[in-house]
């Protein structure tokens, strides 16, 4: 089977695909920015908790097996005029 091409044209001008992904990726992004504020942190750790612990079975063998390659790490972030607060939600 072939691939599927798709133009998409909007009042008389053509976007490429990429045009569309970013826009996707944008409305999915506000939709679970959304989704988020509405159901809270505790709702969406309980619902994501089977998936986190899963991931947490997935990843727990990779740095004995990993040769080293494979460790622990930690990130730091300094960011001038907000604080963590304010981070958040941003």
């Known amino acids: 089977m072939s691939a599927l091409t798709v ?5 008389g001008t053509e976007y490429a695909q990429d045009d569309i992904r970013r826009w996707e990726l ?3 992004r506000t939709a679970l920015t ?3 504020d509405r ?3 505790e709702l969406m750790r309980e619902l994501l908790a089977p998936d986190l612990r899963a991931a947490d079975r ?3 063998p990779l740095p ?3 040769g080293g390659a494979w ?4 990130s730091e972030m300094e960011i001038d ?5 304010g981070f958040l939600t941003w």
Not at 7 to 11: A, K, P, Q
């Open 34 to 36: 959304l989704l988020k």
């Open 58 to 60: 997935m990843m727990a």
């Open 7 to 11: 133009r998409t044209v909007i009042d």
């Open 39 to 41: 159901i809270g942190d």
């Open 71 to 74: 460790r622990s790490a930690a």
């Open 26 to 28: 944008d409305r999915s």
């Open 64 to 66: 004995g097996v990993s």
């Open 81 to 85: 005029g907000n604080d963590a607060d």
